[in-house]
């Protein structure tokens, strides 16, 4: 099974999978070399570094799991491994700091949009549920990120710069309830926001919570909300599943 982040190895360099699909098989099948056990003994080495925790990406890549994913390897792989595992590791590190910017222990994608730069999270910051309701304003994630170290460090760092975001919990079937929340500096997206920018977001291979509720006690129904499939599918689910992530953003000026 391929993980987060695949590449192939080969003698004289390394070559990495593109973002959105780790595949070993497709990644040799674009570099136009067959996927054989023969190949396997001579030319290449399916290799992958994982983070600790395998959603959290956190920027430490001296930390990150190294293996690799066939059961023979080369002559060439065998008589020297830890040059070729530092070189695979090099290769990601240089990978993840040209595709993303690295802040406070994770990596990031900036989007411009509206004169504010968006910092989104590049995989989550937890996995928990969502709350006993579907209202953001009072849910376990806001707390959790109204709480955590990263809020801090992130006021610490751009201060004045910091744009809150104004999250309108307008529900799908379009009931305002819930009100507009404006002074949250770190957030997870509401439906809007990512509708907006969605097709910018690198996909992650963990399902997360947007804010948006589905309904709300106006329609007799606080129990579902919004969140996004590791395909960029958006879809509704109770709030109490624990296996969602959370991936946080903020906004400062541009």
């Known amino acids: 099974m391929c993980e987060f982040k695949s590449g192939i190895i080969f003698k004289n360099r390394v070559v990495l999978a593109p973002l959105g699909d780790e595949s070993h098989s497709n990644l040799l099948e674009s570099l136009g070399v067959e996927d054989s056990e023969f190949n396997a003994t001579k030319k290449f080495v ?11 990406i956190t920027s430490d890549i001296s930390k990150w ?36 910017t690295e802040e406070f222990g994770y990596y990031w994608t900036n989007i411009e949009m509206d004169g504010k730069k968006y910092h989104f999270m590049y995989g989550i910051l937890a996995r928990m549920n969502f709350g006993r309701n579907n209202n953001y304003a009072e849910s376990s994630v806001r707390e959790y990120l109204e709480g955590c170290k990263l809020t801090k460090d ?16 307008l529900s799908m079937d379009s009931f305002d309830d ?28 963990c399902i997360y919570w947007l804010s948006t509720p589905n309904q709300t006690p106006l329609r007799k129904d606080s129990s579902c909300v919004q969140f996004v499939y590791s395909d960029g599918r958006v879809y509704c689910g109770g709030c109490l599943w624990h296996d969602r992530g959370v991936r946080p953003f903020f906004i400062t000026e541009s």
């Open 46 to 56: 399916r290799a992958e570094l994982i983070p600790p925790e395998k959603y959290i």
């Open 65 to 100: 799991e190294y293996r690799v994913d066939q059961d023979i390897v080369p002559e060439w792989y065998s008589n020297d491994p830890e040059r070729y595992e530092q070189e695979f590791r090099d290769s990601v590190k240089d990978f993840m700091d040209k595709n993303f």
């Open 154 to 169: 992130i006021k610490d760092k751009y201060g004045n710069s910091i744009v809150p975001f104004e999250n309108n919990l």
């Open 178 to 205: 819930y009100g507009v929340i404006k002074d949250d500096v770190l957030s997870i997206p509401n439906f809007d926001l990512f509708r907006k920018c969605g097709n910018r977001l690198p996909l992650i291979d």
